[in-house]
């Protein structure tokens, strides 16, 4: 099985210019954990995690979130998605197609493929 085939397609994201409150306020009102950050091209920049928001400072987005993000192709495996989300402890994996962000998978993505 391909992450193509689990992922979340409707990715929420945010771009690097936004306030960190109005990110804050994109959590909450959605129920999730992170968000990919990218640019208005629609790239992929970094990832804002609601403890990028308590732990660092800030008043932008561009200026909290984690950079270097672990990302995964639409074909990666989805065994190769599960042993990274296990082993690098992340909550969720980014899938891009040509530096845009095309889906999402999360632990819970894949707990329901159980």
Known sequence: MKARE???RDVISILDETTVE???RLLAR???SGLPV???AGMLL???TEH???AKQ???VSEIMSRGVITVSPDTEVEQVQHLLTNQRIRRVPVVEDGKVVGIVSRS???RQI
């Open 58 to 60: 800030g008043r932008m």
């Open 52 to 54: 990028d928001l308590i």
């Open 46 to 48: 970094g990832l804002v």
């Open 22 to 24: 109005d990110a804050a």
């Open 38 to 40: 990218v640019n208005a």
């Open 6 to 8: 689990i992922m979340t």
């Open 30 to 32: 959605n129920r999730i």
């Open 109 to 111: 993505d894949l707990v």
